[in-house]
């Protein structure tokens, strides 16, 4: 078997040499050199020298070699190689670094997930941002979880929106698990200001939510089991999943599924008809 470490640098070495030979002189901001120029993209002397780092020293990164290296120097490396973020992530993985966490996006969501979670109808769907701000809906989440435009942040929704607090018969499970679930999300941030305010903020208007917060308890994602208590289709009962998009890492994908063997699946294919959203404007009482 080989060694791992070995195969790692034989990549670095691998990755390095293809990249460098992709950014030409003139997008460098060297001259071109014209004709006499037999390598093609940057020499390793450029890179290094653009880099601000010894020449010796990236020739032996380039080598793979096992050499002492920085997330600075990564950095710069990864600038002049005109890397972009999933290829600084890699190079930082190849040198043997942790890599940076990805960096957080106001992008909208494409037409191509807005398209994925209308798709999943008549079954609830929504996208949540890295703070868990519902950044968009299906139709069926509003008539199954009572969610709205101005219901903005998922766990601010568990705690502080009575419409759906009262329709979930787990919601004290299940709150404890999010919570958790949100203190390990804020961790791989730490300093965020923005995750502390959500925090600061909820605590107080939420008793409920302080006193599971100050526990300290922390879950990875995963499927939670939910049972809504529908004012008009009647029980529902849902095994919610998280996704992750590759190519949106700011960005998860939560669906909603019907359990098997519950008549979840005909209730929600009734409530979304134009008689079951009837049902729904109809005043109580």
Same mark, same amino acid.
């Given at each position: 078997?080989s060694?791992?470490d070995?195969?790692?640098?034989?990549d670095?070495?691998?990755?390095l040499?293809?990249?460098?030979?992709? $950014?030409?002189?003139?997008e460098?901001?060297l001259p071109d050199?014209?004709?006499?120029?037999r390598?093609?993209? =940057?020499?390793?002397?450029?890179?290094?020298?653009?880099?601000g780092v010894g020449v010796?020293? %990236?020739?032996w990164?380039?080598?793979g070699?096992d050499i002492t290296v920085s997330?600075?120097?990564l950095?710069? $490396?990864?600038r002049? =190689?005109?890397?972009g973020e999933?290829?600084?992530?890699?190079l930082y993985?190849?040198?043997?670094? /942790?890599p940076p966490?990805?960096?957080l996006?106001a992008?909208?969501?494409?037409?191509?997930?807005?398209r994925?979670?209308?798709a999943?109808? #008549?079954?609830?769907?929504?996208?949540?941002? #890295?703070?868990w701000n519902?950044?968009?809906? /299906?139709?069926a989440a509003?008539?199954?979880?009572? %969610?709205?435009?101005?219901?903005v /942040?998922c766990?601010?929704?568990?705690?502080?929106?009575?419409i %759906?607090?009262?329709r979930d018969?787990?919601?004290?499970?299940n709150?404890?698990?999010v919570?958790?679930q949100?203190?390990?999300?804020a961790?791989?941030r730490?300093?965020?200001p923005?995750?502390?305010?959500?925090?600061?903020?909820?605590?107080e208007?939420s008793?409920?939510?302080?006193?599971?917060?100050?526990?300290?308890?922390v879950k990875?994602g995963g499927?939670?089991?939910?049972?809504?208590?529908? #004012?008009?289709?009647?029980? =529902?009962?849902?095994e919610?999943?998280?996704?992750?998009?590759p190519?949106r890492?700011?960005?998860?994908?939560?669906?909603?599924?019907?359990e098997l063997?519950?008549?979840t699946a005909?209730? =929600?294919?009734?409530?979304?008809?134009?008689?079951?959203?009837?049902? +729904? +404007?109809?005043?109580?009482?």
């Open positions: 078997m060694d791992p070995v195969q790692r640098r034989r670095l070495r691998e990755f040499m293809s990249r460098r030979a992709r $950014v030409s002189p003139v460098a901001g050199g014209g004709a006499r120029r390598t093609p993209g =940057l020499r390793r002397e450029e890179v290094a020298v653009l880099a010796s020293w %990236y020739q990164l380039e080598q070699r997330p600075q120097v950095d710069s $490396v990864s002049v =190689l005109k890397l999933t290829e600084r992530r890699h993985v190849l040198a043997g670094l /942790n966490l990805p960096t996006r992008a909208p969501v494409t037409d191509g997930l807005r994925l979670i209308d999943w109808m #008549p079954f609830p769907a929504h996208i949540l941002d #890295p703070y519902v950044i968009t809906f /299906n139709e509003g008539l199954v979880f009572g %969610y709205a435009d101005h219901h /942040n766990l601010v929704n568990c705690f502080t929106n009575p %759906y607090s009262e018969t787990t919601w004290r499970v709150a404890e698990h919570v958790a949100f203190r390990v999300a961790s791989g730490p300093g965020d923005l995750f502390q305010a959500i925090v600061d903020e909820l605590a208007v008793p409920e939510f302080a006193e599971i917060w100050a526990r300290n308890d990875a499927m939670l089991y939910k049972q809504i208590a529908h #004012p008009v289709a009647g029980l =529902l009962n849902f919610s999943t998280q996704l992750r998009v190519e890492p700011d960005l998860t994908i939560v669906l909603h599924n019907p063997d519950t008549d005909a209730k =929600l294919e009734w409530l979304v008809t134009p008689e079951g959203r009837r049902g +729904m +404007m109809r005043p109580a009482g």
